[in-house]
């Protein structure tokens, strides 16, 4: 173990293998619903459940830890029922741990459904119109209640471009906010710092500089993969990865594409989230070692060789492309569940594989390796 960072006398993160600081890194997160091995993906659970998937089967296809979104559920069903059912885990009968974010996102997504100012944020519904008042301190409070492992401050992200001067003002709220957020926080469950600075590689250093001298026990960089070029996401992501505590656990927000997953490994990111895989899954897009495969594609209507022949899952093993394009012309619900259990898989799969390159000491050949198959399909 070359390092690691501690809370309250816990260990909370070792950095297990390192070949270069800066670069790729195994680790090992701990949670009180049991240890992460870095770099792990997160399956987005928004509402409490991976869409398409039972909680036996995100376990089954190696997933260590999911992603809440605290404000969905904080509008439905609502806090007080998850409570009295013994806290999110029992609620949605996962037993491993949980990340919940703070609604921050929902910030960007909503735009036009919202008001921000220096206090917090007020919502509209997007379920029933109803009216919502959102602050740091109510944030912590409502993931502490749902019984997180590790939370999320509310943040002001913006999207891109970002227009002049809010790269600014969105920096300096979203650090007051962490401020607040750290204050309340009564010590369940890992708050992380979240990283903002829009599109500038000085704002994100400041940024990621400031919020690392409020001794956070691990560090989110938000913001990103919001449409600007992916050569500046890169770039951004570098930046502010060298300005955070080498200790501390990076997580790089809504990030789930193959390349940029790989990308952000190289540059020393440990935990990653996005709805893309389950989302496109539920399109008919499988990931694969040679790409994306779009099952709908009629090429695909008497092809009756595994989905990927390379992936060990049970969907390949049994399936047909043939038999999945079937599903989906007919409209049949296995056909998303199929597609879900197989691109979740993969991805587990793919940071398994990382984290073998990286303690090898192989990880850029291997990484140049898939992603040369990888985008050889584009």
Same mark, same amino acid.
């Given at each position: 173990m070359r390092g690691g960072a501690a809370s309250g006398g816990v260990m909370v993160f070792e950095v297990l293998h390192e070949p270069r600081p800066g670069g790729p890194r195994t680790g090992r997160l701990h949670t009180a619903h049991g240890p992460v091995e870095t770099p792990a993906f997160m399956p987005v659970g928004t509402n409490g459940t991976v869409k398409a998937l039972t909680p036996e089967e995100v376990a089954e296809v190696g997933a260590q830890m999911i992603l809440a979104n605290a404000f969905h559920l904080y509008l439905r069903p609502g806090v007080p029922v998850i409570e009295r059912a013994g806290g999110l885990h029992a609620f949605m009968g996962w037993q491993g741990p949980i990340l919940t974010d703070s609604g921050g996102y929902q910030v960007f997504s909503l735009a036009r459904m919202r008001r921000v100012d220096d206090d917090g944020v007020t919502f509209q519904s997007p379920i029933d119109g109803s009216t919502h008042r959102f602050t740091p301190e109510l944030v912590v409070e409502i993931q502490q209640r749902l019984g997180a492992d590790v939370l999320m401050p509310l943040d002001h992200l913006l999207g891109y471009p970002a227009p002049p001067g809010e790269d600014r003002a969105a920096l300096e709220r979203t650090l007051r906010w962490a401020e607040r957020s750290r204050a309340r926080h009564a010590g369940a469950g890992l708050l992380f710092g979240i990283v903002q600075g829009a599109f500038s590689p000085t704002l994100r250093v400041e940024a990621a500089r400031r919020l690392a001298a409020l001794d956070f026990p691990g560090y989110a960089i938000g913001g990103l993969s919001v449409g600007e070029p992916a050569g500046l996401m890169y770039e951004l992501l570098e930046a502010t990865v060298a300005a955070l505590p080498a200790g501390r656990p990076r997580y790089l927000m809504g990030v789930g594409s193959v390349p940029a997953l790989l990308e952000g490994i190289a540059r020393g990111v440990d935990l990653f989230d996005c709805a893309l895989p389950t989302r496109v899954a539920?399109? &008919?897009?499988?990931? /694969? *070692?040679? &790409?994306?495969?779009?099952? +709908?594609?009629? *090429?695909?209507?008497?092809?009756?060789?595994?989905?990927?022949?390379?992936?060990? %899952?049970?969907? %390949? *093993?049994? /399936? /047909?492309? *043939?038999?999945? +394009?079937?599903l989906f012309a007919a409209d049949e619900m296995l056909g998303p569940r199929l597609a879900t259990y197989h691109n979740v898989f993969f991805l587990q799969r793919l940071v398994q594989q990382a984290r073998a390159a990286i303690a090898a000491g192989t990880y850029p050949s291997w990484q140049a390796a898939v992603l040369a198959r990888y985008r050889s399909a584009w």
């Amino acid at each position: 173990m070359r390092g690691g960072a501690a809370s309250g006398g816990v260990m909370v993160f070792e950095v297990l293998h390192e070949p270069r600081p800066g670069g790729p890194r195994t680790g090992r997160l701990h949670t009180a619903h049991g240890p992460v091995e870095t770099p792990a993906f997160m399956p987005v659970g928004t509402n409490g459940t991976v869409k398409a998937l039972t909680p036996e089967e995100v376990a089954e296809v190696g997933a260590q830890m999911i992603l809440a979104n605290a404000f969905h559920l904080y509008l439905r069903p609502g806090v007080p029922v998850i409570e009295r059912a013994g806290g999110l885990h029992a609620f949605m009968g996962w037993q491993g741990p949980i990340l919940t974010d703070s609604g921050g996102y929902q910030v960007f997504s909503l735009a036009r459904m919202r008001r921000v100012d220096d206090d917090g944020v007020t919502f509209q519904s997007p379920i029933d119109g109803s009216t919502h008042r959102f602050t740091p301190e109510l944030v912590v409070e409502i993931q502490q209640r749902l019984g997180a492992d590790v939370l999320m401050p509310l943040d002001h992200l913006l999207g891109y471009p970002a227009p002049p001067g809010e790269d600014r003002a969105a920096l300096e709220r979203t650090l007051r906010w962490a401020e607040r957020s750290r204050a309340r926080h009564a010590g369940a469950g890992l708050l992380f710092g979240i990283v903002q600075g829009a599109f500038s590689p000085t704002l994100r250093v400041e940024a990621a500089r400031r919020l690392a001298a409020l001794d956070f026990p691990g560090y989110a960089i938000g913001g990103l993969s919001v449409g600007e070029p992916a050569g500046l996401m890169y770039e951004l992501l570098e930046a502010t990865v060298a300005a955070l505590p080498a200790g501390r656990p990076r997580y790089l927000m809504g990030v789930g594409s193959v390349p940029a997953l790989l990308e952000g490994i190289a540059r020393g990111v440990d935990l990653f989230d996005c709805a893309l895989p389950t989302r496109v899954a539920r399109t &008919g897009v499988l990931f /694969t *070692a040679s &790409g994306r495969l779009n099952l +709908r594609n009629a *090429a695909f209507r008497t092809d009756l060789a595994p989905p990927d022949p390379e992936c060990p %899952c049970r969907v %390949c *093993a049994r /399936t /047909t492309r *043939a038999y999945l +394009r079937h599903l989906f012309a007919a409209d049949e619900m296995l056909g998303p569940r199929l597609a879900t259990y197989h691109n979740v898989f993969f991805l587990q799969r793919l940071v398994q594989q990382a984290r073998a390159a990286i303690a090898a000491g192989t990880y850029p050949s291997w990484q140049a390796a898939v992603l040369a198959r990888y985008r050889s399909a584009w």
